[in-house]
């Protein structure tokens, strides 16, 4: 599980650095720079973190100047035996910059090693009318509800401002 996480921290620090670049119209090939190197991360294009990288800068009303974006929290990795890919972990974690440091889930990213290197292969989202897991980027073919035999289970931190997360948190999955 700590490479699982080290790799999601390296992502999601990057993360931060690029959305902190992003406020700034300066900082344009900064910016970009991070979306790219986030991208390597990607099994494919539909997956990501919600950065595009830019072919030139939005208009200015755009850019403003903000306090340092915090970092996505890691709440709960889940590794499962799976057909296709062997290993899987499934990644519990909050919204880019948490809001007011809101502890809330709102996606899941499923990670694989891809060529000796880990990747995310698939995102879900919560979907906010069913409260369930919704298939948002990746690979099409994975199922949230049909990801292989859990191996075991790692909880960081509990995502204690939202009652559907926190059930969500204590499962066995």
């Known amino acids: 599980m700590k490479k699982i996480k080290d790799f999601l921290n390296r992502l999601f620090e990057k993360e931060q650095k690029a959305i902190d670049a992003g406020n700034y119209k300066n900082r344009f090939d900064e910016y970009n720079s991070y979306a790219r190197e986030i991208k390597t991360h990607m099994s494919e294009p539909t997956v990501g973190l919600g950065l595009p990288v830019l072919e030139k800068p939005k208009p200015d009303f755009f850019y403003e100047e903000s306090f340092y974006p915090l970092r996505r929290h890691l709440y709960k990795i889940s590794k499962y035996k799976n057909s296709k890919y062997e290993k899987l972990w499934v990644c519990y974690v909050s919204v880019a910059n948490p809001y007011n440091n809101i502890k809330s889930y709102d996606s899941v990213f499923i990670v694989s090693e891809i060529e000796n290197n880990l990747k995310i292969i698939a995102k879900f ?47 066995e999955a």
């Open 125 to 171: 989202n919560k979907d906010y009318d069913t409260n369930r897991w919704k298939f948002s980027g990746g690979d099409r073919e994975l199922d949230y509800y049909n990801l292989g035999e859990l191996v075991n289970v790692h909880r960081i931190m509990a995502p204690d401002d939202d009652e559907w997360s926190m059930k969500e948190h204590i499962k």
